[in-house]
């Protein structure tokens, strides 16, 4: 990390862009020392992470939660301030048409219909 000494505010979410975990939102907690054997990085970045992102299996439950993970400074290629409205979708973006739901029974019902027209096919043989 050398001279480098990044401004990150506790307390505030950014987007970071890990080598191992792509992009995910974490919310920054403070800077924790680094164990003396890592010898390249001085410092870990303590975040607030979604708990699937982890890697503990005990932290992941279906309710969302929030599990604290040390990353290091070394495998992340990004860090930007995260948008305030991430998950609230906007009028202007979505998109009319059918539901997936729809498109599922669209390509059953094409489905069937292919095969009905098979069997029949077979019967004039």
Request: charged residues 30%; contains cysteine.
């Amino acid at each position: 990390m050398g001279k480098l000494k990044l401004k990150l505010i506790p307390g505030r979410e950014y987007l970071i862009t890990h080598k191992r975990k792509r992009t995910f939102r974490a919310e920054f907690k403070r800077f924790v020392r680094a164990p003396a054997t890592d010898t390249l990085d001085e410092v870990y970045f303590e975040c607030e992470v979604d708990a699937a992102l982890s890697g503990n299996p005990w932290a992941i439950t279906d309710d969302g939660t929030k599990a604290l993970a040390l990353l290091r400074p070394s495998l992340i290629t990004l860090i930007q301030f995260a948008p305030l409205n991430v998950g609230v979708p906007r009028d202007n973006m979505r998109m009319p048409g059918p539901s997936f739901r729809s498109q599922r029974e669209s390509w059953v019902r094409e489905r069937m219909q292919s095969l009905q027209s098979l069997f029949r096919h077979l019967r004039r043989i």
